[in-house]
């Protein structure tokens, strides 16, 4: 009895390590499916004060999803480069409005929303802890270029646009999880990235644009990665 009791507590103490060359190996592919709270960081223009017509202006934040390809090249034990190009549906940013001399028809709180379907390319250094039987944790920093398919910078007499730039360029990091599967390793994975660019086309004859400066991207990602 004795012996048995203590075999079954041996089995659950020691797992099967599952697929133990996968560290060994020089490079791993996979996919990825992300949900992502994107914003926008705000510097009012200097004329903002001066204006006649709004009186107050605040950015949302709004959820997407993003798809994407994964390609990690292992540099060391402790160091993997990895790319994760993806097509980001959604996110979309908004501003609220509220109106101080308004025209006829005008309500005095309005919503401008900016539809948003980015290509994002984002280049990556992962710094891995020691595996622990199936699992392992890493974290992981680097650069990205985004490219708005929806962006109105184009866009012409429409005075109730907010511009945006068609690319931006930003700095990510954040924390991850290896979970070793039999045939598969799931990663959930969390990341802040923070847009360096000004993304504002700013044009100083349209009333909701003329009372913003300087626009900066913000997302907070959440990621759920398979690799193989």
Same mark, same amino acid.
């Given at each position: 009895?004795? &012996? ?41 223009? /200097? /004329? ?10 605040? #950015? ?6 993003? &798809? ?5 090249? !292992? ?9 994760? #190009? ?30 948003? /379907?980015?290509?994002?390319? #984002?280049?990556?250094? *992962? ?16 650069? *990205? ?45 969390? *990341? ?14 349209? !009333? ?14 959440? /990621? ?5």
């Amino acid at each position: 009895m004795l &012996l048995g009791c203590t075999i079954v507590l041996s089995a659950f103490a020691q797992p099967e390590l599952n697929r133990p060359n996968h560290d060994y190996a020089r490079y791993y592919f996979g996919m990825s499916i992300a949900y992502n709270r994107s914003s926008l960081h705000t510097s009012k223009s /200097t /004329t903002f004060l001066q204006n006649d017509s709004i009186m107050r202006v605040e #950015p949302g934040a709004s959820g997407g999803i993003g &798809l994407g390809l994964l390609a990690t090249l !292992k540099l060391n034990k402790r160091f993997e480069m990895r790319a994760n #190009p993806q097509l980001i549906i959604g996110g979309s940013k908004y501003f609220t409005y509220w109106l101080k001399n308004r025209l006829p028809g005008e309500d005095s709180v309005t919503t401008k929303i900016l539809p948003s /379907t980015i290509v994002s390319m #984002p280049l990556q250094f *992962k710094f891995n802890s020691d595996r622990i039987q199936n699992f392992r944790v890493y974290v992981m920093a680097g650069v *990205k270029y985004d490219i708005d398919l929806a962006s109105n910078s184009a866009a012409r007499n429409a005075e109730d646009l907010v511009k945006l730039k068609k690319s931006d360029f930003g700095i990510e990091a954040g924390i991850g999880f290896n979970f070793f599967l039999r045939f598969v390793t799931l990663s959930p994975e969390i *990341k802040f990235s923070n847009g360096l660019s000004n993304i504002h086309s700013r044009d100083p004859s349209l !009333k909701y644009s003329n009372v913003l400066d300087k626009l900066q991207s913000r997302m907070i990602v959440f /990621t759920i990665n398979l690799e193989d």
